[in-house]
């Protein structure tokens, strides 16, 4: 049987993208040996936190956290790979593992997306290789005192993500994600790495955009309105750009509207549930979340569609229900 492309479902259906995975991993109460693994047992620095790590020391709660996923009805399932660049890594000194973290990921999510394909080939599965904005920004300057002090350059990013792209396609990933962006020079260079990638290895990757509205301003970190992010990152031929984390379904919405009508690329969201409570913590239900998100579907604003921050495999399910009820957004231009 041929094998469905990504463009070819999109035409299809509204494809559903899978939710949180820091949420997910939150539910195994790893302890810092856990983290650790036999493997770096005796290292010399606390691991509790690096959620990158545990593709190498507790793979099986990875596939787990994909498995669920796809069981509900995800298309798409994220490698575990948010902060897996030298530039992040390098809060635990581990910037010698970067290929063998992303490979490694990539790895555990083919192979599930693989079988879950295989027990319904009407229903492809593919793997997005998650790349994060890293904890640095090229655009603004760390220190008050001196506005001109940067402390990553774009050169140091277009490195970085280029190792992490190389990694993530050699370990199986169908398409590459850059998500959560809040800078969109940091974005520009995941970009022109993965451009570089395709034009080294002549293959087609397809690749997903998507920014983080951070506040009521309606704006990126580094200042962009959604229109202005969506103008500035036209001239790179994306499968999809849109929207996620920091809001809730309904306050992206008009964020979403703003960009549906402007592009005639894919338009893709996977919003928060709501905004964390108290404890940092979020309550949005999964019938909550559907529900707001439906007026998406109403309003031929998505093609792809999912979860971040306090989202779960109950979640998806909701939102995949959704989902199937309506046709994908039809681009206007």
Avoid: W
Wanted: net charge negative; hydrophobic share 40%.
């Amino acid at each position: 049987m041929k094998k469905t492309s990504i463009q070819e479902a999109l035409q299809k259906r509204i494809l559903v993208l899978d939710g949180a995975t820091g949420t997910m991993l939150q539910r195994y109460n790893f302890t810092e040996e856990d983290y650790r693994g036999e493997r770096f047992k005796d290292y010399h620095m606390p691991l509790k936190g690096n959620n990158d790590l545990l593709s190498l020391t507790q793979p099986e709660a990875i596939a787990e956290v994909h498995r669920k996923y796809l069981e509900v009805g995800a298309d798409i399932i994220e490698t575990n790979t948010f902060s897996a660049t030298t530039i992040a890594m390098a809060d635990y000194q581990m910037e010698d593992l970067i290929y063998e973290l992303n490979y490694q990921s990539a790895k555990i999510a083919k192979e599930q997306a693989v079988a879950y394909t295989a027990k319904n080939p009407e229903k492809p599965r593919f793997v997005a290789g998650s790349i994060g904005p890293t904890n640095r920004t090229a655009s603004m300057s760390p220190d008050v005192n001196d506005p001109g002090f940067r402390a990553v350059s774009f050169e140091d990013l277009r490195i970085a993500y280029k190792q992490q792209i190389e990694a993530l396609v050699d370990g199986g990933a169908d398409i590459l994600l850059v998500e959560t962006v809040f800078d969109t020079l940091n974005a520009k260079a995941a970009l022109f790495a993965i451009e570089e990638v395709k034009d080294e290895r002549n293959i087609e990757l397809p690749t997903m955009l998507s920014g983080t509205i951070t506040d009521a301003s309606g704006r990126t970190l580094s200042g962009q309105t959604a229109e202005a992010f969506l103008i500035s990152v036209s001239h790179v031929p994306l499968l999809s750009v849109g929207f996620n984390c920091a809001l809730g379904a309904s306050t992206l919405q008009p964020h979403l509207e703003a960009i549906a009508s402007k592009t005639s690329f894919a338009v893709s969201a996977h919003p928060n549930a709501g905004l964390p409570n108290a404890f940092g913590e979020y309550d949005e239900t999964p019938v909550e979340m559907a529900t707001q998100i439906e007026a998406y579907f109403e309003k031929n604003l998505i093609n792809i569609i999912g979860g971040c921050c306090g989202t779960t495999p109950d979640h998806i399910k909701a939102i995949a229900d959704v989902a199937a009820k309506y046709n994908p957004r039809v681009a206007s231009c």
